[in-house]
């Protein structure tokens, strides 16, 4: 069935969030410019909302209504003596030399109001109400268009939100929706539209198949996030080096491969995570320990970065440059010398070597496995989950750095298993699941229906996790 095209107009004082607020409603960061500086805005720009690939509903970014104050007063001159009606008024207006003169950047906005459905008044709810903004509302009453005011940086703690909801009221504006457009929130989302709703009947059904829309997006994006960790997750536990004992260059050299290949891995990871929820690398600037230009701050294999999400690295492997790297030495019957050697030599190297005991793969004599340790596999999980978790809230109008991960936020409960979950147990016995390195043969991995079904596990798990309430501890497993 086709929907009927809904247009609608953002409109408001300049610099109160309208281009912002278009960003996070159609998800796109590249849209108009945002900026400090009033006036940013100096055309009318539209863009589109798409369902099931067909437009729906056109959003149009406007200029700044700076001279409301003004514009009203020359308004009321045009009417004069004479019971006219504001919109006949307005479209004498439009008309005129003024609307192209001193007027030029009102008249854009209101020309836009009166061509579309509805409009959507865009308010910095941190700002008094003012006389520029009864004017603006009083204009706007006479466009003959319907309007939600939309009250914006609700997160800040200056928003004065009953005093504008008084206030719109009071000039009989009761639909009024309240939405911060840098801290995406499904709710807010749906409260907007539904609001539009009640004011537009004939698009109701449109409305209505975006919010079901917008909900469906939600839980495939939490999904897709989910597998895209679980499957970075897989491809580090099963990932296993092997080198010979006997040689501590080449072992020393194998870590640090190792290490790379795994950095290089969770880089994938995050850069698919932002391509998912449609942000660019920049878009996501600098602060400490968080993501840096769409790159972790702290390096994977760094104590502060475990100590982050309060984890420690497991035994002697915690020690110098080689964080989060275990060393399996070959342990039990004749290779038992060879072990203590082996610990001997790698051992220095590494800090300490820590056997692992069981064994489903055949070594060769005289070799020794190099693996992430399972503080790292959780270390590589939390940081992915935070990411989702936070990018989930970002809206596409944040210019903010991506809010620091807190030990306290993030500590692992007491209760905490100490075991890794069970599909990465497997994993970890199963080389030939990991795409890194040179051992990973893809035909297999891709075909092995127990590797899909271990990241479908995992992923499950995960999207619970991401869901967890903001004020939840998050943990893994
Ligand atoms: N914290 C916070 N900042 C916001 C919010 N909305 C907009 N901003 C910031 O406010 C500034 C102005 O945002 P714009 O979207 O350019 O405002 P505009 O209304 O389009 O401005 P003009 O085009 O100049 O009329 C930018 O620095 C935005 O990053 C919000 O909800 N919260
Ligand atoms: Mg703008």
Redesign the pocket.
């Known amino acids: 069935m086709r929907l009927p095209l809904l247009t609608a107009a953002v409109v408001?004082h300049?610099?109160?969030?309208?281009?912002?607020l278009l960003r996070t409603l159609t998800r796109d960061v590249g849209f108009g410019q945002?900026?400090?500086r009033?006036?940013?805005?100096h055309h009318v720009e539209g863009t589109s909302v798409l369902l099931d690939g067909r437009t729906v509903m056109e959003l149009f970014d406007t200029?700044?209504l700076e001279d409301s104050i003004g514009l009203l007063d020359h308004l009321d001159a045009l009417a004069g003596d004479r019971r006219v009606e504001g919109i006949d008024v307005l479209n004498q207006f439009l008309q005129s030399a003024d609307a192209w003169g001193r007027f030029a950047q009102e008249a854009k906005a209101i020309r836009q109001v009166i061509r579309s459905d509805i409009a959507l008044y865009?308010i910095d709810a941190r700002d008094r109400v003012l006389g520029k903004h009864r004017d603006e509302l009083e204009i706007l009453s006479r466009c003959a268009t319907p309007v939600v005011p939309v009250l914006?940086?609700t997160?800040?703690p200056d928003a004065k939100v009953p005093t504008w909801r008084e206030h719109l009221a009071r000039v009989n504006m009761h639909a009024v929706a309240e939405f911060?457009?840098?801290v995406l929130d499904e709710a807010s989302e749906q409260r907007l539209y539904e609001k539009m709703r009640t004011m537009l009947d004939s698009h109701e059904q449109t409305l209505r198949a975006l919010i079901q829309e917008r909900r469906r997006q939600r839980e495939a994006l939490i999904q897709a996030s989910a597998d895209v960790i679980g499957d970075l997750l897989i491809d580090v536990a099963a990932h296993t080096v092997c080198v010979r004992v006997s040689n501590s260059q080449e072992a020393a050299g194998a870590l640090q491969a190792l290490r790379e290949r795994v950095r290089v891995r969770e880089q994938r990871c995050v850069d698919q995570l932002l391509e998912l929820f449609r942000f660019r690398p920049d878009d996501c600037p600098l602060e400490a320990g968080a993501l840096i230009n769409g790159r972790w701050g702290l390096d994977l294999f760094s104590p502060e970065a475990l100590k982050q999400f309060g984890l420690h690295a497991g035994g002697g492997a915690a020690a110098g440059a080689f964080v989060g790297v275990v060393l399996d030495v070959m342990a039990g019957g004749a290779t038992l010398g060879a072990a203590t050697a082996a610990g001997a030599t790698i051992g220095g190297l590494i800090g300490a070597g820590r056997a692992h005991g069981r064994r489903l793969i055949s070594r060769a004599r005289g070799s020794t496995e190099l693996r992430c340790e399972d503080a790292t596999l959780r270390l590589l999980a939390l940081r992915q989950i935070m990411l989702t978790r936070a990018l989930l809230h970002r809206g596409h109008?944040d210019?903010n750095p991506l809010p620091v991960p807190t030990s306290r936020r993030f500590s692992l409960p007491k209760r905490a298993s100490p075991h890794l979950p069970l599909s990465l147990q497997q994993a970890k016995l199963r080389s030939h699941w990991s795409r890194l390195g040179s051992g990973a043969d893809s035909t297999l991995r891709d075909s092995d229906p127990a590797r899909q079904t271990a990241q479908g596990a995992l992923a499950r798990m995960i999207a619970a996790i991401v869901q967890r309430p903001s004020d939840a501890d998050i943990e893994f497993p």
């Not at 009033?38 to 805005?41: F, Y």
Request: proline letters at 7%; glycine letters at 12%; hydrophobic letters at 30%.
């Open positions: 408001g300049t610099n109160t969030g309208k281009t912002s945002v900026s400090d009033p006036a940013t805005t200029p700044g865009v914006n940086f997160a800040d911060d457009t840098v109008a210019m």
